[in-house]
């Protein structure tokens, strides 16, 4: 069972703006910045855009093989998917494991699946989870809805980022696969 711990980001750009959504989605993210938990992010981003260097960023929550933390409600509008998602897509962000080496900007360098695979299968199942939570929770949100950033750009909803495919296909899945377990814990009530 996940742990989710709050802790309202009330200092962030995003936050202040106060809009709400009906969620209707989930986007799911990588953060590209191995090594970083999700305990590090509130306060790297728990600041005004003029003290981060103008960046408007903020998810719903981060997410390691620790812990999820919640930083926006999940109700709020966040600033995740850098376009129309924003408006109804809760935006998850998976923290990758310490060691992962980028050689460019979606390019893993020398990644080696075996080694990472234990922590990949935790964040994975865990974010499953968390999206039948949401679901739950949200009955308006749909599990069609569930769309990496990768395909939130390919449709014109989102900026132009590819994860988290670009760390997933080393261990062999896609959002298909992510969102048929999330389907199958939902039929199997867990």
């Known amino acids: 069972m996940i742990q989710i711990e709050t802790k309202i980001m009330t200092r962030?750009?995003?936050?202040?703006?106060g809009r709400t959504m009906t969620p209707r989605g989930i986007t799911i993210h990588s953060t590209a910045e191995p090594g970083k938990?999700?305990?590090?992010?509130?306060?790297?981003?728990?600041?005004?855009?003029?003290?981060?260097?103008?960046?408007?960023?903020?998810?719903?929550?981060?997410?390691?093989?620790?812990v999820v933390m919640q930083y926006l409600p999940w109700n709020h509008r966040g600033w995740h998917a850098g376009g129309r998602d924003n408006d109804d897509h809760i935006g998850i962000e998976i923290c990758e494991p310490a060691g992962i080496?980028?050689?460019?900007?979606?390019?893993?360098?020398?990644?080696?699946?075996?080694?990472?695979?234990?922590?990949?299968?935790?964040?994975?199942?865990?974010?499953v989870e968390l999206c039948v939570r949401l679901i739950r929770e949200f009955p308006t949100i749909e599990?069609?809805?569930i769309v990496s950033h990768d395909e939130g750009w390919r449709r014109g909803t989102a900026s132009a980022h590819h994860d988290p495919e670009h760390w997933w296909h080393h261990h062999g899945r896609d959002m298909n696969d992510f969102r048929a377990a999330v389907r199958k814990a939902l039929e199997e009530g867990r």
């Not at 962030?12 to 703006?17: E, I």
């Open 12 to 17: 962030n750009d995003c936050y202040k703006a």
């Open 143 to 145: 599990v069609d809805e």
């Open 101 to 127: 080496e980028y050689c460019g900007e979606f390019d893993l360098h020398l990644y080696n699946p075996a080694r990472f695979q234990p922590y990949f299968d935790k964040v994975y199942a865990d974010a």
């Open 37 to 66: 938990g999700a305990r590090v992010w509130y306060d790297l981003w728990n600041r005004p855009a003029s003290e981060q260097n103008g960046r408007e960023v903020c998810v719903h929550a981060f997410m390691d093989d620790e």
